[in-house]
């Protein structure tokens, strides 16, 4: 695979996915992908095809939901010369692109429910009729899909078809989230870390600050391993040093005082202080419910955003106390308080 076609992950829930598409590669049935975005399901449908017998044939990728309704049966089985407004020669579709081979079927629960009776009688019986022609073409595809939705609550519903998911669902996949992946976090930023670096042709590899690490441990990652990926490689290349480990990550690239506000629900305005300190808006760092201590919820936060403003101002203590409203001495008895000693 390509550089960025690797598996990267050492946790269990992760490598059990990873091994049960290794052991369903080799069969001729259709397998279903399930994952959050960004958990790798291209990934998955990747190694089912290279890990098949059907390696050496096309692997053709269609995503569900890039393409107009009226457009996706066209693209999926192709059309004759003057079948509608617009189609001036024949073109044959997915399904003959992927004979002999594996087709994927991105954002599978985007599919109008005529384009998934199409399907069906594609999957059931291998044949499969351009727009405009009364002759069937058989195929030999082997069909890999992939959603973020609940697709047999949709089928309950009467969203989606119950005898094609049926037909689709000889093994399904689904990919554990990365907050659920207990030390992927740490070898995943590494691993994307060093290979910034090296595009960056930085001579060495400084590794991430203690308390930056901590923070992407903690982050929930809605994006998982695509978010961690764009947080890792902007952390980098918006650092000078690399003789310093990384101080100061951004998890929200968008956050900013001067961000247009929502016309429909539009936001206080910031306060000044906020919009010239260190910018990390107000969180508890505990359940409110469960604190039992109040002095050490306190001092916890103010811990976190201590060391958010140090790497932000990469670790100039000044510059750190100017932008919180501190005086240089108040700044020091933080850091000598909270054992920050990382700017010594």
């Known amino acids: 695979m390509e550089r960025d076609n690797q598996f990267i992950g050492q946790s269990g829930a992760f490598l059990d996915a990873v091994e049960r598409a290794s052991r369903a590669a080799p069969m001729r049935r259709p397998v279903l992908v ?128 119950a005898d094609l998911l049926d037909r689709l669902s000889f093994e399904v996949i689904t990919l554990p989230p990365l ?56 952390a980098i290349y918006r650092w000078d040093d690399w003789h310093e480990p990384i101080g100061h990550v951004v998890f929200d690239p968008f956050d900013s005082p001067w961000k247009p506000v929502d016309s429909v629900k539009r936001a206080p305005q910031p306060s000044p202080a906020a919009a010239g300190g260190a910018g990390v808006p107000f969180q508890p760092v505990a359940d409110l419910e469960h604190i039992d201590d109040l002095r050490a919820a306190v001092d916890e936060h103010e811990k976190a955003i201590v060391e958010h403003a140090l790497g932000k101002h990469r670790w100039n203590q000044r510059q750190t106390a100017r932008a919180l409203g501190l005086s240089y001495d108040q700044l020091r008895h933080c850091i000598k308080k909270h054992g920050l000693m990382q700017e010594e």
């Open 34 to 161: 399930i994952g959050e975005r960004g958990t790798g399901k291209e990934l998955i449908a990747e190694r089912l095809h290279r890990l098949s017998t059907r390696w050496d044939e096309p692997l053709v990728t269609m995503n569900c939901a890039a393409l107009p309704e009226t457009l996706i049966e066209a693209e999926l089985f192709g059309h004759e010369a003057g079948a509608f407004t617009g189609a001036t020669r024949q073109r044959i579709g997915r399904f003959e692109e992927a004979d002999k081979g594996t087709l994927f079927l991105d954002e599978l629960g985007t599919l109008s429910m005529g384009a998934q009776e199409r399907l069906l009688r594609a999957v059931e019986y291998g044949e499969v009729t351009r727009i405009g022609s009364s002759r069937p073409v058989r195929v030999d595809v082997r069909i890999v899909a992939a959603t973020n939705e609940d697709l047999p609550a949709k089928a309950e519903r009467g969203e989606f078809r």
């Open 179 to 234: 907050r659920v992946r207990e030390g992927d976090i740490e070898v995943l930023a590494d691993y994307f870390g060093r290979r910034m670096a090296a595009e960056l042709g930085w001579e060495g590899w400084p590794g991430f600050a203690g308390h930056v690490t901590e923070q992407m441990v903690r982050h929930d990652w809605p994006g998982n391993v695509r978010e961690l990926r764009n947080v890792v490689e902007r």
